[in-house]
């Protein structure tokens, strides 16, 4: 009983305390979102003893939340205005190819610094867990958490544990060196145009919190007071949306693709099924004309919210006895990609064209932590989105499909059952995205900025 009480309360306190710990002014510098905070002081209470909750609880939670999350994600775009944004297409392609590059990049560094470990230490870590650090890195906790059940559904010890850790870094690396260079580009005049931040502004956005007259209208009402809430109304949609999906894995599992092998890759993609089953349950509100029940803000703070608890959730869910045998190696492994990242970022930035500094610092965020996070670094320099990268981040959001059979990879446990295959699949992708970038004209000179 003491347990179900603590572990959502714990959760929803640790975000409040966060939210007091952006008025330190250090903090407030560093531009540490409220969640990380929350959730970097959740994971040292947990792993010091203070509190005595259960790792494995937090672990399921952050599993749930990230498929909850590409539900609400889906139903924020149902009443979105058909209208052209061909224009912000190209620098939607350049983060898209970037993106998909990173991905294959960092796994096979993050997998060459397991397999030189283990040569020169006499160790035997699996180096698919060094290559692991790409979901982690690019792709976020959720992800991290679905592709490592996935891997111990095929034998690896807490696989979800060494992804976590990864993910939970990777938002401090983000911030740890994206704020600092952001702040760098601003006080050297190095942005584009009239977009780049001036230093008030930049200092505004470190405070994290909206004053009384500053504080924007949000959302509408789309339920009757007298029926229900308007939150109650979209909660109960992505619920039915999951509940279907959880009700399709469950009779796929049972009937047609049976055995535990096929169990672990259908369940461990719950996400997956989320997303479907909400465009159809999309398509058919559409065709019913029945839409005006969700409102985009509204679906849009829901998701943010969903983000938020996640990212708390999964920093709590961080065991480090259980990965602690191989903590020089992840933190060599951290700092290799990390500089990688970084400097490879950069260097493509700078020949991508136009507004290359403030398209560097979204590509950074999103390949160390989540979208949202390219988002934030983004912000600091250009708080009012005026450049034209915030809209080419709508068109990476859906260009990026076309690099999920890399991430498919990983799902169907090929980093385990074939780490030679999967080496050479990552290795030969990275110059097909190396080409396509030369070809659609998204590598060029470097920019004088």
């Known amino acids: 009983m003491i347990q179900e009480f603590a572990i959502p309360a714990v959760l929803f306190s640790l975000v409040f305390i966060g939210v007091l710990l952006r008025k330190i002014p250090l903090i407030q510098k560093a531009m540490i979102p409220a969640p990380i905070l929350a959730g970097i002081l959740g994971f040292a209470l947990m792993n010091s003893g203070l509190l005595k909750l259960d790792f494995a609880v937090y672990e399921r939670i952050s599993f749930h939340l990230f498929s909850l999350s590409f539900i609400s994600i889906t139903y924020m775009s149902i009443n979105a205005p058909k209208q052209s944004e061909k224009s912000y297409f190209k620098g939607g392609l350049w983060l898209a190819l970037m993106f998909g590059m990173m ?62 850790f990864y993910a939970a870094t990777g938002y401090v690396v983000a911030f740890l060196f994206g704020v600092p260079y952001a702040k760098r580009l601003i006080k050297k005049r190095m942005l584009s145009g009239e977009a780049g931040a001036t230093l008030a502004e930049s200092n505004d956005l470190a405070l994290g919190l909206i004053r009384d007259e500053e504080k924007p209208v949000f959302g509408h009402q789309t339920a009757h007071h007298a029926n229900l809430d308007t939150l109650t109304l979209h909660f109960s949609l992505i619920g039915i949306t999951y509940l279907l999906s959880y009700g399709f894995a469950e009779g796929i599992t049972r009937f047609v693709l049976k055995g535990a092998a096929n169990q672990t890759l259908i369940f461990g993609n719950m996400f997956v099924w989320g997303i479907l089953f909400a465009f159809l349950i999309k398509a058919i509100l559409r065709k019913t004309k029945f839409t005006y029940i969700i409102d985009p803000d509204i679906q849009g703070s829901i998701t943010g919210f969903l983000i938020d608890t996640l990212t708390i959730s999964a920093m709590l869910a961080i065991n480090i006895k259980l990965i602690f045998s191989s903590l020089v190696p992840l933190v060599i492994n951290i700092a290799v990609i990390c500089a990688v990242t970084f400097f490879v970022v950069r260097y493509f930035a700078r020949r991508s064209g136009a507004f290359s500094n403030e398209r560097f610092l979204a590509e950074f965020g999103i390949v160390t932590g989540t979208a949202a996070t390219g988002l934030i670094l983004l912000r600091i320099v250009d708080p009012q989105f005026k450049s034209p990268v915030a809209r080419e981040m709508v068109w990476w959001n859906i260009l990026n499909l076309l690099v999920g059979v890399l991430v498919i990879l990983s799902q169907v446990a090929m980093p385990v059952t074939n780490f030679r295959l999967w080496m050479i699949i990552l290795a030969a992708s990275v110059p097909v995205f190396l080409i396509l970038l030369k070809v659609f004209g998204l590598w060029g000179k470097k920019n004088a900025e």
């Open 103 to 164: 991905i294959s990049v960092q796994a096979l560094f993050g997998s060459a610094v397991f397999l030189g470990y283990n040569f020169l230490t006499g160790s035997d870590l699996l180096p698919a867990l060094g290559g692991m650090i790409t979901h982690g890195f690019a792709q976020g906790p959720g992800q991290a958490v679905a592709i490592g059940t996935i891997w111990e559904g095929f034998g690896v010890e807490n696989a979800s544990q060494y992804g976590l």
